[in-house]
């Protein structure tokens, strides 16, 4: 079963628009951590952000904010003002504490396009 | 640079053929995992080791193998290579074992089976 959905495949803004990606995931735990990431052009992996399931709290830092939201089982990331170095693939992960593998499971990814 | 370091960062070989992957984790990380990242498939979990000890065990085919050397280096070893075998390969390392450390990825590599 897909634990997490990201049902965004491509998105397509002007800059300076703002931009969520969507995350959905699944899960039986109490205890989780959710992730993002992103992967520009270039290919690398770069973490975003790493939020448990106990802390609600909405985060923000600079453009970037993420809203979680149990009740929906969501964790939702938005971008505000894009920039074309945004342009990048966006994984949403998560890591389950009864998880005998350790893994993260990703989703699938949104890949975001930022035209000038 | 994030701290870890994948060599080499592109591999171009033929079907059939055995290929080794090397990771160096980001230091005072214990935890090394691998991942493949393929068009069709995603990222997928392959393997992860913990201070030399193989840890968990994803979708890794019967046909690859890896090691967590002393010094906390990891190799993955993908013999009898395919096409479809073709992807991206990441190395990720945390400090820990268990769940919610969160990763640090390094660049990948790319390979290409012809």
């Known amino acids: 079963a897909q634990k997490v959905t990201q049902a965004q495949t491509e998105i397509s803004v002007v800059e300076k628009e703002d931009v969520t990606l969507d995350c959905v995931y699944e899960?039986?735990?109490?205890?989780?951590?959710l992730f993002w990431y992103k992967q520009p052009p270039s290919g690398e992996l770069v973490f975003l952000i790493r939020?448990?399931?106990?802390?609600?709290q909405n985060e923000i830092s600079g453009r970037y904010s993420w809203n979680f939201q149990k009740s929906t089982s969501s964790f939702n990331f938005t971008i505000t003002a894009s920039q074309v170095v945004d342009s990048a693939v966006y994984f949403c992960?998560?890591?389950?504490?009864?998880?005998?593998?350790?893994?993260?499971?990703f989703g699938a990814g949104t890949r975001l396009t930022v035209k000038p | 640079d994030s701290g870890v370091t994948q060599t080499p960062k592109h591999l171009i070989t033929a079907t059939g053929q055995r290929v080794t992957l090397r990771c160096s984790p980001r230091?005072?990380?214990?935890?090394v995992y691998w991942y493949q990242q393929s068009l069709d498939q995603g990222l997928q979990f392959l393997i992860q080791?913990?201070?030399?000890?193989?840890?968990a065990k994803g979708n890794i085919l019967e046909r690859f193998s890896a090691q967590q050397f002393p010094d906390l280096h990891s190799e993955l070893n993908l013999s009898s290579l395919e096409l479809g075998d073709s992807a991206l390969y990441f190395c990720?390392?945390?400090?820990?074992?268990?769940f919610g450390y969160g990763y640090t990825f390094g660049s990948g590599t790319r390979l290409t089976v012809v």
């Open positions: 990720a390392s945390s400090v820990g074992a268990g």
């Open positions: 899960t039986r735990d109490t205890t989780y951590y």
């Open positions: 939020r448990n399931s106990f802390d609600e």
């Open positions: 992960a998560l890591s389950e504490a009864g998880d005998n593998n350790n893994d993260m499971r």
């Open positions: 230091s005072g990380d214990l935890s």
């Open positions: 080791y913990y201070n030399g000890e193989e840890r």
